[in-house]
């Protein structure tokens, strides 16, 4: 069901009381408290992120990021917004254990793809092994290394 049109007066009045809430530091922090509790949902969080992909794509958003981000008023608002949060160290703690955890999942990827190429060539006869030595470490990007010498 589709509201009525309001007159320019209640939506004045509507203005000021948003105005007035978000004026008030309690109520900021409630919100901000409740921002935190949901966001720390990870569907929650891959939702949002969806979402924001899939608005990144239209040309008219990614103009208007675009633009802000040139802004200095802004650009200064977000510095001083990074450095109140690394000013807590639990928020330090938070990004160095996912930096870990980043850099641990990505060599376990790594060294599964390296093991998947070492039992290929484990089980490669000797002349697979023979031609791509000579197909890969031929001529001066061997450093003077010969196929004889690399066996």
């Not at 966001?39 to 939702?47: C, E, F, H, K, S």
């Not at 001083?80 to 330090?92: F, L, N, Q, Y």
């Not at 093991?115 to 450093?143: M, N, P, Q, Y």
């Amino acid at each position: 069901m589709k509201r009525p049109a309001r007159s320019e007066a209640s939506k004045e009045i509507s203005r000021a009381r948003a105005n007035a809430h978000w004026a008030d530091p309690a109520a900021r922090a409630a919100h901000a408290e409740k921002t935190k509790e949901r966001m720390a949902d990870p569907q929650v969080r891959a939702i949002v992120s969806e979402r924001t992909r899939a608005a990144m794509v239209r040309p008219d958003v990614r103009e208007r990021v675009d633009n802000r981000s040139s802004d200095p008023a802004w650009r200064r608002r977000v510095s001083e917004g990074t450095k109140a949060a690394m000013s807590d160290a639990a928020v330090r703690q938070l990004i160095s254990d996912r930096t870990k955890a980043g850099i641990l999942a990505k060599a376990e990827r790594e060294q599964a793809q390296l093991k998947c190429l070492e039992d290929a060539w484990a089980s490669s006869s000797s002349s697979v092994k023979r031609r791509f030595l000579e197909i890969h470490l031929s001529g001066s990007e061997t450093g003077g290394m010969t196929v004889a010498s690399s066996k």
